[in-house]
């Protein structure tokens, strides 16, 4: 490695490493506008100058396009060098508007430090400005062109990063404008980070725009919940209110960036519509009385009935502390099993996801990106981890070939290779791909698990893509990413098997899946002796449970027969709800308790890979004051309490509820003792043998075949359908509204046109959906996005099988009303 001096100081770095990114590493802040890490050099804006004293190139250079020499002597404060740089911020700074007192981005802008560092702060041009007409770039981006210096930042990142084109950069000289072609709220989901990656104030937080100056806020490290991935960031709240989620570096992770559902999904927890009091019988009243309420009713159930009638929910959106108290006060009571999960389907893909995702495997966010070949597997990385669908564009601009084997008209910012096949073909597929993987033999006896796949390989019923099968065979460092929401624990299984394969032949391949909800991994940790609501329900229908405790979770809501649901929770004696929205099963409760969010408490999920975050509060809560205040000063009185203050953490109010103690041990997950708060360690992994459902490594499904025959698929999409950020009404412009996707072939067989009604009747009643007509996606397939007006909970099921007499063309309900409910048959 090359060894070089900076003003006196000598380090080693490695080979091809900028002379910019060498005097960082010694704590040398040169500074820079274009240059960015996620970006890398272009050398646009001039202002990184320094004086190389001894090398190749001698002289004034600019130090970001200049890569480091052995023996190189550079000057970073030669006289030469800082006027080069004054000089260069006089020229940016000829047309700015000086309105940093009315700015957003004045306090925290790179503009601002740069002039001060670099020595300007005396104006001698006196001519006219030059100025531009601004841009709606929709609800949640202010544009303010005026401000530019022409970095070329913003467009390098939309349209090079991200994969977008709908903002460019047009003129020449001193007329370069960077919008859009015309007016509009911008197509990319990731085009919050253009408010990050701006060194100026062009692109500002528009919600958050006069709220109040970054020293204002209370700001603090937080996680996303908004999907499995656990993107770090960093939140700020001013006045009890939440105002500003912005990207945290979290090199493993989500690096510089996160997409916009993760940046504006949070206005949950600032509604005026959130519920803050406790109730009992619809009566406000005290936390207190509501826990003494709750637990006297409990108690009285389990007297009468046994203890085994009682049941308590929690869902994957909970903290780790959260799901730890389920499962706690179900073991110290004698309880029923905890519940985790709505549907058996859902908690058996989880668990078998976790058993097989060994640490020789698992591959992290950035490892993604590093792959020669990518290959996923019943998944939607855009609809449902976002972030994931950047990582493959990296791979993808690196010359990774990407092929998704998915029934959904998947769409990705990157070329890619589609293969629409149902979702039932999946097993075979993945089946028919082992034979491109390289000489099977030479894995073998390797690992038993690999020989016991490759032993039952007969002729696949699926071909393999011949391109796949070309990448495949060059590939030394493949990666399998495979989804867990529409897939089941076979295709799940043989995604590991794959991996593994590959793995044992001396390739550096990986494993990464999706989960569902923010904590899918730390459920099935917590849930080892956890059943699905869905096998409860038999017992709820019977009259053998008599009372449920719903901890973050709700089941009228999203359980997908609504019908059923609400037959089963009329015959309970007793619900209790604890959570910090205003749900169905929140408004049915006998017994509510608020609860804080992960702004206000912190808490400890576990993402996808297995990766622990631990987060703290980064405000008290309560309600916030432009409510309290009906848009004007709040009530001058002084109080003892914060205003709607009473809610605490879900789990320390869970354990009031407990007759018996609930102890604080767990067994079920152990932190390592290095574990690092910001970025995250990966969780010792249990047995796999302790889960309640560990697959055969081997198993294989049925293929779909059977033309009599569809397969209904509720799904969800970047904006619209996750519980939380469906919530924002900066997201709303986005959401894709309530439809349901066919292939060509089956709308001509009913038949339909785009934009017809379709009926369906399915296990939980009869659903009316406008018909999107899409080319890209499987036959025999119907795909339903879980938008929050599309009432998919008639379906009975989010995967289910029907006939196709179950479809037909329904005729126009009324211009207001697209999506048509029926009762349950």
């Known amino acids: 490695m090359p060894t070089l001096t900076i003003d006196n100081r000598r380090i080693e770095v490695p080979e091809g490493t900028k002379v910019i990114e060498a005097a960082e590493a010694l704590g040398i802040m040169i500074p820079r506008f274009c240059y960015h890490r996620a970006l890398g050099s272009v050398g646009a804006c001039r202002v990184c100058a320094v004086k190389i004293v001894d090398g190749t190139r001698k002289g004034v250079q600019m130090s970001c396009m200049l890569d480091v020499e052995e023996?190189?002597?550079?000057?970073?404060?030669?006289?030469?060098?800082?006027?080069?740089?004054?000089?260069?911020?006089?020229?940016?700074?000829?047309?700015?508007?000086?309105?940093?007192?009315?700015?957003?981005?004045?306090?925290?802008?790179?503009?601002?430090?740069?002039?001060?560092?670099?020595?300007?702060?005396?104006?001698?041009?006196?001519?006219?400005?030059?100025?531009?007409?601004?841009?709606?770039?929709?609800?949640?981006?202010?544009?303010?062109?005026?401000?530019?210096?022409?970095c070329y930042r913003c467009v390098r990142y939309y349209r090079e990063f991200s994969g977008y084109r709908d903002l460019g950069v047009t003129g020449i000289g001193n007329r370069v404008y960077f919008g859009r072609e015309r007016e509009g709220t911008l197509e990319n989901p990731f085009s919050g980070n253009l408010i990050d990656i701006c060194p100026t104030g062009v692109f500002t937080d528009k919600p958050a725009r006069y709220f109040g100056r970054r020293w204002d806020l209370q700001r603090g490290p937080s996680v996303c919940i908004h999907c499995s991935l656990g993107c770090s960031v960093t939140v700020g709240a001013r006045y009890r209110e939440v105002a500003r989620v912005e990207a945290r570096y979290a090199k493993a992770v989500n690096g510089?960036?996160?997409?916009?559902?993760?940046?504006?999904?949070?206005?949950?927890?600032?509604?005026?519509?959130?519920?803050?009091?406790?109730?009992?019988?619809?009566?406000?009243?005290?936390?207190?009385?509501?826990?003494?309420?709750?637990?006297?009713?409990?108690?009285?159930?389990?007297?009468?009935?046994?203890?085994?009638?009682?049941?308590?929910?929690?869902?994957?959106?909970?903290?780790?502390?959260?799901?730890?108290?389920?499962?706690?006060?179900?073991?110290?009571?004698?309880?029923?099993?905890?519940?985790?999960?709505?549907?058996?389907?859902?908690?058996?893909?989880?668990?078998?996801?976790?058993?097989?995702?060994?640490d020789d495997l698992v591959l992290s966010l950035r490892e993604l990106e590093?792959?020669?070949?990518?290959?996923?597997?019943?998944?939607?990385?855009?609809?449902?981890?976002?972030?994931?669908?950047?990582?493959?564009?990296?791979?993808?601009?690196?010359?990774?070939?990407?092929?998704?084997?998915?029934?959904?008209?998947?769409?990705?910012?990157?070329?890619?290779?589609?293969?629409?096949?149902?979702?039932?073909d999946l097993p075979e597929c993945i089946r028919s791909l082992v034979g491109a993987a390289g000489d099977r033999e030479t894995?073998?006896?390797?690992?038993?698990?690999?020989?016991?796949?490759?032993?039952?390989?007969?002729?696949?019923?699926?071909?393999?893509?011949?391109?796949?099968?070309?990448?495949?065979?060059?590939?030394?460092?493949?990666?399998?990413?495979?989804?867990?929401?529409?897939?089941?624990?076979?295709?799940?299984?043989?995604?590991?098997?794959?991996?593994?394969?590959?793995?044992?032949?001396?390739?550096?391949?990986?494993?990464?899946?999706?989960?569902?909800?923010?904590?899918?991994?730390?459920?099935?940790?917590a849930g080892t002796e956890a059943a699905s609501l869905e096998e409860l329900l038999p017992r709820i229908e019977g009259g053998e449970i008599r009372a449920l405790v719903a901890v973050e979770a709700d089941p009228l809501g999203l359980y997908p027969d609504r019908g059923r649901i609400e037959a089963a929770m009329r015959k309970l004696d007793l619900l209790v709800v604890l959570d910090y929205l205003d749900t169905d099963s929140a408004a049915a409760a006998d017994v509510f308790l608020p609860s804080t969010t992960v702004f206000e408490t912190g808490g400890t999920w576990i993402n996808q890979e297995g990766r622990i975050q631990i987060v703290r509060g980064a405000h008290r809560g309560g309600i916030p004051v432009s409510q309290t205040g009906g848009g004007g000063h709040p009530p001058r009185v002084f109080m003892e309490e914060v205003p709607g203050g009473q809610a605490a953490a879900s789990g320390q109010t869970l354990t009031r509820l407990s007759p018996a103690e609930v102890k604080g041990a767990s067994e079920w997950v152990r932190l390592p003792p290095d574990t690092d708060k910001q970025s995250g360690t990966r969780a010792v992994l249990p047995d796999p043998s302790a889960l309640r459902f560990a697959p055969e490594r081997t198993a294989l499904s049925g293929a779909a075949g059977d033309e009599a025959m569809l397969t209904v698929i509720a799904v969800d999409r970047t904006f619209g359908t996750e519980v939380l950020s469906s919530r924002s009404p900066w997201l709303s412009a986005e959401e894709t509204a309530p439809t349901v996707w066919m292939h060509p072939e089956e709308a001509g067989r009913v038949p339909l046109s785009d934009g017809d009604l379709l009926e369906i009747d399915a296990g939980g009643g009869s659903l009316v959906l406008p018909v999107k007509i899409v080319e890209n996606m499987a036959r025999r397939t119907l795909v339903i996005p879980r938008h929050r007006d599309a009432a998919w909970q008639r379906l009975g099921a989010t995967r289910l099988r029907i006939e196709r007499d179950c479809i037909r063309k329904a005729q126009p309900v009324g211009e207001n009303a697209p999506v048509k409910e029926s009762p349950p048959r």
């Open 71 to 150: 023996g190189m002597v550079v000057s970073t404060d030669d006289p030469e060098a800082v006027a080069m740089r004054r000089h260069v911020i006089e020229w940016l700074m000829l047309h700015h508007p000086h309105d940093c007192p009315v700015c957003d981005e004045g306090g925290h802008c790179l503009l601002q430090d740069m002039t001060v560092s670099g020595g300007h702060g005396l104006r001698r041009y006196l001519g006219n400005k030059r100025t531009h007409l601004d841009q709606y770039l929709g609800p949640r981006i202010q544009h303010e062109m005026n401000r530019c210096i022409q």
């Open 256 to 358: 510089h960036f996160i997409c916009d559902r993760g940046r504006w999904g949070f206005p949950y927890t600032n509604e005026a519509s959130r519920p803050r009091a406790a109730r009992v019988d619809g009566e406000a009243t005290t936390v207190g009385e509501a826990c003494a309420a709750a637990r006297n009713r409990l108690l009285h159930v389990a007297e009468t009935a046994g203890s085994e009638a009682v049941a308590c929910l929690g869902s994957e959106r909970a903290g780790l502390e959260t799901l730890k108290a389920v499962a706690g006060i179900c073991r110290a009571n004698g309880w029923a099993d905890p519940l985790f999960w709505l549907e058996r389907r859902a908690r058996e893909n989880v668990a078998a996801a976790v058993s097989l995702l060994g």
């Open 370 to 424: 590093a792959a020669d070949c990518v290959l996923v597997f019943g998944a939607d990385p855009l609809g449902e981890a976002p972030m994931a669908a950047l990582a493959l564009r990296q791979a993808r601009r690196q010359g990774a070939p990407v092929f998704v084997f998915d029934p959904r008209p998947v769409e990705l910012p990157l070329d890619f290779h589609h293969v629409p096949l149902a979702i039932e």
């Open 443 to 525: 894995a073998r006896g390797a690992d038993p698990t690999v020989r016991s796949f490759t032993d039952q390989l007969a002729e696949p019923s699926v071909p393999p893509p011949p391109e796949a099968v070309a990448a495949l065979r060059t590939s030394r460092r493949p990666a399998v990413v495979c989804g867990t929401d529409v897939t089941d624990a076979a295709a799940i299984g043989l995604a590991a098997d794959f991996a593994a394969l590959m793995k044992a032949q001396g390739r550096r391949a990986g494993l990464f899946y999706l989960m569902p909800g923010a904590n899918g991994f730390g459920a099935a940790l």
